[in-house]
Each structure stands twice: as structure tokens, then as C-alpha cells.
């Protein structure tokens, strides 16, 4: 990961599905670290960047939105989900144009007096988006939590959710991307480590000065 000035270190946190990064982002905002959530951002971008919408219809067609304008998320879905070839396409499409829009985000929270910021998102180490910051933390939490809290907060069944973690690059090649593991298996103190997480950051900035 690149060097840079304190003014501009960016932090990014992933993890898979079911790991609790949200709620692990939600402590660090307590700190008043501002956080950058590529998943919203990713939609946000799909449904109003023209360029992005004019890729996608070209992609996969114009079914791909409705007559309003409205991002058909079931149509697409219906492509890609078997089709990695057709999914590698679509990323490319937006992870490009989602970085350069977390980078002018990132420019501003630094202008405002942001200590560092945090880019949160589940494939920040498969899209390469990590080769762009300076730390990163990675959420764990053992298999079957993961699926228990999903299947709870989807109302899906436990193989919906067994299926998409296997989408998911395992956590153990996760950890030699990471910087700092957070475990999040509800035994060890979430607010602890993401204080000596912070702490650590801060100690590293410092010593860049």
C-alpha cells in the first residue's frame, strides 16, 4: 500500500458477508472518523451517473432499467449471478467510477479537518480497490455467526446465504491483504480493539510526519 501525507490516509475495512463491518464502522464514526460506504455509494452511482447507466444498458441491456429509470436490480441479478464473465463486466463497469468518486469524497472529509478516512466495502480486495490505500482492517467472524446473522436480517435460508459466502474470497487469503484482523465473534470486545485499531493508525500517521 502507498505512503502519503497524515492530511490524506485512507483507511479501508472489508469482510464477508455476515462479518459486521457496518457495525464495526459505526464505533469508528464514534470517533468521529468519517466512513465511506462504497456498497451505498456503488447503487447510488448505478441509479444516477449517466455514463454508468448508459454501460449497463449496453451491457446487458435496456431491460436493465425500467421505464422510469429505475435500476432493475432483479433483472440484473437474473444476468450476472451465473454468468461471472457477464458480473466481471458490470464491475468494471462501476468500480472505476466508484473510486474516483470515494477519492473526491476522501479529498473533502480531509479539507474539513478528517484525521483519516474510512472506506468500508465487501469486495475491496477483490476489485484491487485495496492497492489505493494505506491500511486495512479486515472483520471476522466465525462461519456459522455469519450465516445466523443474515439469515436473520434477510429472512433468507441458511444455503442463500452459504451460497454467496462461497462467492466471497475466504477469509483466510482475506488475512494476507490485512493490516489488522477485528474479530467479531461476540466474546471479544468490539469497542477495545477498535480503539487500539485507531490508536495503532493514529501511532502510524504520526510517525510519517
Known sequence: MKGTEKSSYRVGITGGIGSGKSTVCKIFETLGI????????????IQHDPNVKTGIKQLLGEQAYAHDETYDRAYVASI????PIKLGELNKLVHPVLEEHAKAWHLEKSREGALYTLKEAALL???GSYKHLDYLI???APEELRIARVVKRDSVSAEQV???????????????????????DEKH??????????HEILGIMKSKD
Open 138 to 140: 479486515l472483520v471476522t
Open 80 to 83: 450476472v449471478f451465473n454468468d
Open 34 to 45: 468519517p466512513v465511506y460506504d462504497a456498497d451505498y455509494w456503488a447503487k447510488w452511482l
Open 189 to 198: 470486545s468490539l469497542v477495545k480493539q477498535v480503539w487500539e485499531c485507531h
Open 125 to 127: 480486495i477483490e476489485s
Open 162 to 184: 452459504m451460497a454467496r459466502i462461497k462467492q466471497q474470497l475466504p477469509e483466510n487469503e482475506k488475512k494476507q491483504f490485512a493490516n489488522t484482523i477485528i474479530n467479531n
